[in-house]
């Protein structure tokens, strides 16, 4: 079955320093891979995507992400984290064969809590 | 704005009452879908319509009924509500976003809570 994991319920961080925000999925075959992000009492904001080639992608208010296909991760990561950064990140995938349907399955996210 | 619009932004239900989340999107998107949002189980896929004229079973389709009322238009509703439909919906499109991009669009949520 196909699956997305964040292995940390929270992440917490001191501003200024770098953070990463782990994902990895369960899937056959070639996975499109996303990361959103919710603000308290928000919907979802897209963040960024890998759906191919280069496996570093940049996305939006400084993130990145490295797609690792052997170790079937796609983490999040920001060189220099802010205290506006503290919220609930999600990685989803789209589940394959969905190319019409378009379905994410989401991983079940993780706070991410940057302290001044 | 363009974008995705669910009302009600929040509801209390009594057990046993009914009720329906009304979502829209002005994107014209073929694809819509209804989530819901509980602590530490991200989101889960309750129903999704692929097209207008088509819906489907998602992951979580218990205790709800879904209508593609037309390519803008798709709702949800809850026949009989419980306890356990305590939650945060969500709906989305996904489409085209602009360029040569595709993507999906969110809304920003019913809370709903069954007592």
């Known amino acids: 079955a196909q699956s997305v994991a964040q292995p940390e319920d929270q992440v917490n961080v001191a501003e200024g320093n770098p953070l990463t925000v782990k994902c990895t999925y369960s899937v056959s075959g070639n996975p499109y891979l996303f990361w959103y992000v919710q603000y308290p009492n928000r919907g979802l904001q897209f963040l960024l995507k890998y759906i191919t080639g280069d496996n570093l992608v940049k996305g939006s208010y400084g993130f990145e992400a490295e797609f690792n296909k052997s170790q079937t991760s796609f983490h999040l990561k920001k060189p220099s984290a802010l205290v506006s950064d503290s919220a609930l990140y999600f990685c989803a995938v789209r589940a394959p064969g969905s190319s019409n349907t378009g379905k994410l399955i989401f991983g079940q996210g993780t706070t991410l809590q940057v302290k001044p | 704005n363009a974008g995705v619009t669910q009302t009600p932004k929040f509801q209390v239900l009594k057990t046993g009452q009914s009720m329906t989340l009304q979502c829209a999107q002005d994107m014209n998107h073929n694809s819509m879908y209804w989530y819901r949002q509980d602590p530490g189980m991200g989101l889960r896929l309750i129903y999704y319509s692929a097209s207008e004229g088509t819906t489907d079973k998602g992951e979580v389709p218990n205790g709800y009924n879904v209508s593609r009322l037309n390519k803008r238009e798709f709702s949800l509703r809850l026949e009989s509500a419980a306890p356990s439909q305590t939650s945060v919906y969500f709906c989305?499109?996904?489409?085209?976003?602009?360029?040569?991009?595709?993507?999906?669009?969110f809304g920003s949520g019913t809370r709903l809570t069954v007592v």
């Open positions: 989305a499109s996904y489409g085209w976003t602009g360029g040569s991009n595709y993507g999906y669009t």
